[in-house]
């Protein structure tokens, strides 16, 4: 199957004081239609660098270089302009920390009608059951009221969960999500995975970058592991629990804890850690 999005040797470099500094060191990397590819690697590796770079959300004191395509056209040539209107169009972004992707001014409901309007020109009626519709998906209690709150009457778990409802209601070809349960407990990650899980079936091609193996494990189709800017192992999960010849990704395999067996329980619906 043709990739939906590709990085071959993706570098990116910054310029400070003391000269040039490399932060991604040439990643290559690919994701098809339906498919999730789990960005493994610890705080620090260049995971975002290399999503920043690639969707031009780097200023100018980065450099980027390589190829990157999306369903086969070329990123790194494009205007800002021009991929300003993929991101929330073919491309969809759900980052770490939901509060700052949210105006604390306006009202839940105005916040997601907007992006509905801008990238999809439907009608106030339209956008308000769009509106119900999603944050029904999304398993969002009170929906109603939930649309007149502001963000700070929410919490964490359900910003994140209505900014995964968003980027997926625009039917995007790829999600690129950016540890995206890392701020939330464990009960609400187990739902938001399963989010991520659900979202492959509708054939998006799914990114979901993560420090946490476990997280990684549940989401992922394959994983590569990042470590100083390079990709350092790759394979399915499998492979990085049991067969990996990387010393930093045996350690990550190593580190792992119960608390992963407990979550693949759960999922299986043999155990619940709702308890
Ligand atoms: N704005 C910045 N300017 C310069 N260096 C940065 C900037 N942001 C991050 N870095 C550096 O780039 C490297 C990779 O960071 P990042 O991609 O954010 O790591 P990760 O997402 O894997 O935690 C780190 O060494 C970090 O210190
Ligand atoms: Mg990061």
């Known amino acids: 199957?043709?990739?939906?999005?590709?990085?071959?040797?993706?570098?990116?470099?910054?310029?400070?004081?003391?000269?040039?500094?490399?932060?991604?060191?040439?990643?290559?990397?690919?994701?098809?239609?339906?498919?999730?590819?789990?960005?493994?690697?610890?705080?620090?590796?260049?995971?975002?660098?290399?999503?920043?770079?690639?969707?031009?959300?780097?200023?100018?004191?980065?450099?980027?270089?390589?190829?990157?395509?999306?369903?086969?056209?070329?990123?790194?040539?494009?205007?800002?302009?021009?991929?300003?209107?993929?991101?929330?169009?073919?491309?969809?972004?759900?980052?770490?920390?939901?509060?700052?992707?949210?105006?604390?001014?306006?009202?839940?409901?105005?916040?997601?009608?907007?992006t509905f309007a801008a990238h999809q020109g439907w009608s106030r009626a339209e956008i308000r059951s769009r509106s119900l519709e999603m944050l029904e998906r999304m398993k969002i209690r009170n929906p109603e009221e939930v649309l007149e709150k502001y963000p700070h009457q929410l919490s964490g778990g359900m910003l994140q969960r209505i900014m995964i409802g968003i980027a997926m209601a625009m039917k995007p070809a790829l999600l690129i999500a950016d540890e995206p349960t890392t701020a939330l407990d464990a009960i609400t990650q187990l739902e938001i995975l399963n989010e991520f899980i659900r979202i492959k079936e509708e054939n998006t091609a799914v990114i979901f970058i993560s420090h946490d193996l476990n997280a990684v494990s549940l989401a992922a189709d394959e994983i590569v592991v990042f470590h100083q800017g390079m990709i350092v192992d790759r394979g399915d999960f499998r492979h990085i629990l049991h067969r990996a010849k990387d010393p930093y990704t045996r350690l990550l395999a190593e580190k792992r804890t119960a608390v992963m067996r407990s979550y693949r329980r759960a999922l299986e619906g043999k155990e619940t850690i709702y308890a």
């Not at 290559?28 to 770079?53: H, Q, T, Y």
Request: with cysteine; hydrophobic share 35%.
């Open 1 to 114: 199957m043709t990739p939906v999005f590709e990085a071959k040797e993706l570098k990116v470099s910054v310029t400070g004081r003391r000269g040039e500094r490399e932060l991604v060191k040439g990643v290559s990397f690919s994701v098809e239609p339906g498919r999730c590819l789990g960005i493994l690697g610890e705080s620090g590796s260049g995971k975002s660098m290399s999503m920043k770079g690639a969707m031009g959300l780097l200023d100018r004191s980065f450099r980027v270089s390589g190829r990157v395509s999306l369903q086969g056209e070329e990123l790194l040539t494009k205007s800002p302009e021009e991929l300003r209107r993929m991101r929330g169009g073919k491309v969809g972004m759900v980052l770490q920390n939901p509060m700052t992707c949210f105006d604390p001014l306006y009202r839940i409901g105005n916040q997601i009608g907007e």
